[in-house]
């Protein structure tokens, strides 16, 4: 059995940590109607329990890459400068039309639910901000779009948000109100990969120094 599939974890036994209580209940509905989209059920129930909060573990695959970072979901509190709201505002004209972010990991990339084949159940996709490219040459060439969403890559991930979680896998963090854990700096380097970015996110929030192997 693959490493992976021993560490997966059914989302409804699923740790998640540093949330933040979400404010206004109603926020959900707020901005489904800015959006003009209706979130599905399993998510909105995660964020009512869970908002902007990271999930353990915390690594996904998509159809194009493995071993990336799920983050942490999108902010509901409106009156924070980094809200769901917000971040689509800069995001928007990098998307397509009905794709909408709910997770930014420490990358800058964030996981979307694509609304464009069905909008009662959207397809959970990654958006990387990397701009897509070729190599001709030994030379790196960017092509030219038409539209600025093209430029990036939308990778499938899963038919759900229940599915997406299901499928996470990888190293697991414990939350810590001390933050022993993240003061054990022999001990974080046995991480790599994503789950070290997500650690030195972790730890830069408290004002610590990155994890350096």
């Known amino acids: 059995m693959k490493e992976k599939d021993k560490n997966k974890r059914k989302f409804n036994i699923m740790k998640w940590l540093y949330k933040k209580a979400l404010k206004d209940r109603n926020s959900i509905e707020k901005v489904e109607d800015a959006f003009g989209i209706k979130f599905p059920s399993d998510y909105t129930n995660i964020v009512l329990e869970n908002n902007a909060a990271t999930p353990s573990p915390n690594t996904i695959d998509t159809s194009?890459?493995?071993g990336?970072?799920?983050g942490e979901l999108l902010n509901f509190n409106l009156d924070v400068n980094e809200n769901i709201l917000?971040?689509?505002?800069?995001?928007k004209n990098k998307i397509?039309?009905?794709?909408?972010p709910i997770t930014m990991d420490p990358g800058g990339n964030f996981l979307c639910y694509d609304f464009r084949d069905d909008e009662a159940n959207p397809k959970?996709?990654?958006?990387?901000?990397?701009?897509?490219f070729v190599v001709e040459d030994k030379e790196l060439i960017i092509e030219d779009h038409e539209n600025q969403s093209d430029y990036y890559h939308l990778d499938f991930i899963a038919n759900s948000f229940?599915?997406?979680?299901?499928?996470?896998?990888g190293e697991e963090i414990e939350e810590s109100n001390s933050w022993n854990n993240f003061q054990n700096e022999e001990k974080l380097k046995e991480f790599s990969g994503e789950d070290l970015?997500?650690?030195?996110?972790?730890?830069a929030l408290q004002g610590l120094p990155p994890i350096e192997k």
Do not use: C, G, M
């Open 64 to 66: 194009r890459q493995t």
């Open 68 to 70: 990336k970072a799920f």
């Open 86 to 91: 917000s971040l689509y505002e800069e995001l």
């Open 96 to 100: 397509p039309n009905k794709v909408f």
């Open 124 to 132: 959970v996709s990654r958006w990387d901000h990397e701009q897509k």
């Open 162 to 169: 229940t599915e997406t979680l299901t499928n996470l896998y």
């Open 197 to 203: 970015v997500q650690v030195n996110r972790i730890r």
